[in-house]
């Protein structure tokens, strides 16, 4: 886990950590904050492990903490955050000596994160995504634009 927390503590990474609490400072809904990356690690460990799907814990953390590092960028220009999140994570990927193939996978996870079709490593990474959500005690729940086949109202992990 030594490159995983290298990038815990990367300038650049921090600098979009708090560029994302900035533009959620203040949004009622889903923050996209380290605590929500952790969560979807933990979530995604667990069924890693439940299901023996045998992917790398390193991996796995190290994709969740930057599925969404792009997000500041959604809200300042419209970049699918995705995207944006890729973008950021090849430079810091390359910088920690991941090799070209954990950064393709990583690459997957990231991308896919959103897609409800995903396959493989991404389909991981949607469901701890949606798991990790707790609508079931969200008040802003009547306005989030999410349709209530993404919203979570079961705790299972
Ligand atoms: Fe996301």
Redesign the pocket.
Known sequence: MDRFNCILNDTEYIYYIKRNKKFEKDRKFCK?NLKHFLDVARIAQLINLEESLGFNKEIIYTTAIL??IG?SLQYENGTP??IASWEISKEILHNYRYNEEEIEIIKQGILG??DKKSENFAQLMYRA?KLSRLCISCKSIDECNWGDEKKNFKIYY
């Open positions: 996209h599925h969404d997000k955050h995705e994160h959103r995504d």
